[in-house]
């Protein structure tokens, strides 16, 4: 079944150590995307790849960085988690823009980071 | 400033009766909605879509409605099972680009 697979689903790291989560995916989808998502709160888009192109949204912290090495895989980097900085990290992917279908967005699982 | 609402945090429906999950936008360049299911522990999945051509879009028991001039749309579930007890983001794009989603609205369908 082709989908979208988050590994580790469980991540503790110490405060200010740095942290790398990671995504892949089967559906051969040109957009990833990666949401941090707090309790009872919406996901939070912090940037999106459109094939090897980066978009970072204006309000994501400077700690939170992307790699996206080919089409399948895409990273999440923290480079010195805080406190705050614990919460859900959803990854997606989409169609170009443009396709047919391309406004759906098909979620992994999630990896939920704790910082201790 | 949020600009998709879902102002009420919980709802709790009758097995069989029917669920209506509500949905505010303030945006009104906003032109295409979904509505999505997460379970705990998992990823949303993606549920049902409209254009903002139409005002319904329906697919079995999910039907989803779309007033453009109050700029609120809505999620009928009919009839509700318990497992569709799960938290509902309705959420909201404008010309393909990227998600808005609401807070979400966790419905519970008592047996």
């Known amino acids: 079944d082709a989908m979208v697979i988050q590994n580790p689903r469980y991540q503790v790291t110490q405060f200010g150590k740095p942290v790398t989560l990671s995504c892949s995916q089967t559906?051969?989808?040109?957009?990833m995307y990666w949401y941090q998502q707090k309790s009872s709160q919406a996901p939070k888009l912090l940037f999106h790849?459109?094939?090897?192109?980066?978009?970072n949204e204006a309000d994501t912290p400077d700690n939170f960085q992307s790699r996206r090495p080919n089409t399948s895989f895409c990273f999440l980097d923290i480079r010195s988690p805080g406190l705050g900085d614990a919460a859900m990290y959803l990854c997606?992917?989409?169609?170009?823009?443009?396709?047919?279908?391309?406004?759906?967005?098909?979620f992994g699982p999630g990896t939920r980071l704790t910082v201790t | 400033d949020q600009q998709v609402k879902q102002n009420s945090p919980s709802l709790s429906v009758q097995e069989g009766r029917i669920s209506i999950l509500n949905c505010d936008y303030t945006?009104?360049?906003?032109?295409?909605f979904l509505w999505y299911k997460k379970y705990p522990a998992e990823g949303p999945t993606f549920l049902i879509s409209?254009?903002?051509?139409?005002d319904k879009n329906e697919d079995g028991r999910f039907t989803v409605f779309l007033n453009k001039s109050a700029k609120h749309l809505s999620l009928h579930i009919v009839p509700s099972q318990p497992g569709d007890s799960a938290v509902y983001f309705c959420?909201?794009?404008?010309?393909?680009?990227?998600?808005?989603f609401g807070q979400g609205t966790e419905l519970s369908v008592k047996p």
């Open positions: 997606a992917t989409s169609r170009a823009p443009g396709a047919s279908g391309t406004h759906e967005q098909y």
């Open positions: 559906l051969n989808h040109n957009v």
């Open positions: 790849y459109y094939d090897k192109d980066f978009n």
């Open positions: 945006n009104s360049m906003f032109d295409y």
């Open positions: 409209i254009s903002s051509i139409k």
């Open positions: 959420a909201a794009s404008s010309r393909g680009g990227k998600l808005i």
